[in-house]
């Protein structure tokens, strides 16, 4: 999603761009504000809910004022977060980033660094499950000879491997 | 675009197969996949960086674990701590300077 898309110039002339260019930052500038806000709201929503779980847990109450300052908290730690994970994947030369920066993110924590290993080996578990039933589907689909037979048994056998 | 997402009821869909194990667990009270990438897109420097799909799922585990388990959770044992039952600012801003450096 982009913050400002760029119009073209109907107007001529280096001036009469650049006065474009100006406006269309600060109305950039606006949207991003917004957009920010309305991040912010999403954010606060989801803190209330967590609280709300950690709160019957440990059989306490939050503030209000507490909700909001984790929000905060937590809008600002993303910030960070989002400019240490663009330089990870600028230094591994990409421009998307991975898991491996992710990873990279959780290091100062050794707690959290093996939670996230293990969520991201989750997460490669269920990426293969997936792959293996799109597999078997397609296997099912393309041979309805008597190879049917012969798909299946190969797609059993590279499971038990 | 729908800023809150809809309080999760626990509708499994036929097996749940679909969905992996993290995103059902998400919707349980944590944070949606698109909020997530939107929030990382704010603060790219450069309008081409994108996050892929599964670095998406665990960043919003990651701050699921920052919000639940560490911020809450330890504002919450400080509170715990003082011998009160409910959790202030006071008890977050104690928490913080510690929070911030593990993360």
């Keep these: 999603m982009a913050a400002a898309q ?115 080996e989750e997460l490669a578990l269920s990426n293969m499950e997936q792959k293996e039933k799109k597999k078997k589907s397609n296997a099912v689909k393309e041979r309805r000879t008597g190879e049917h037979e012969a798909a299946v048994t190969e797609s059993e056998d590279f499971n038990m491997a | ?17 679909a969905a992996s194990a993290m995103e059902r667990e998400a919707r349980a009270g944590g944070f949606r996949k698109e909020t997530v990438d939107r929030l990382l897109r704010l603060h790219f420097r450069d309008g081409r960086t994108r996050v892929n799909g599964d670095a998406q799922l665990l960043m919003a585990e990651m701050l699921k674990v920052f919000v639940r388990a560490e911020a809450a959770a330890r504002a919450a044992r400080q509170a715990h701590a003082e011998d009160l039952e409910k959790v202030d600012v006071e008890h977050v801003e104690k928490v913080l300077p510690q929070l911030l450096l593990d993360f």
Excluded: N, W
């Design chain 2, 1 to 17: 675009m729908a800023a809150a997402q809809p309080r999760p009821q626990a509708t499994r869909a036929s097996g749940g197969g």
């Design chain 1, 6 to 120: 760029p119009r073209p110039s109907a107007l001529g002339g280096k001036r009469s761009r650049a006065a474009e260019a100006g406006a269309m930052e600060a109305a950039g500038g606006e949207e991003r504000f917004l957009l920010a806000q309305r991040l912010k709201a999403a954010v606060h929503y989801t803190v209330g809910c967590l609280c709300e779980e950690v709160a019957e847990e440990r059989d306490v109450q939050f503030s209000k004022q507490t909700i909001a300052a984790i929000t905060e908290i937590t809008f600002r730690q993303c910030e960070t977060f989002a400019k240490d994970l663009e330089v990870f994947a600028r230094h591994a030369k990409r421009s998307t980033v991975t898991i491996e920066d992710v990873k990279l993110l959780a290091r100062r924590s050794s707690s959290l660094l093996r939670y996230i290993t293990e969520k991201s």
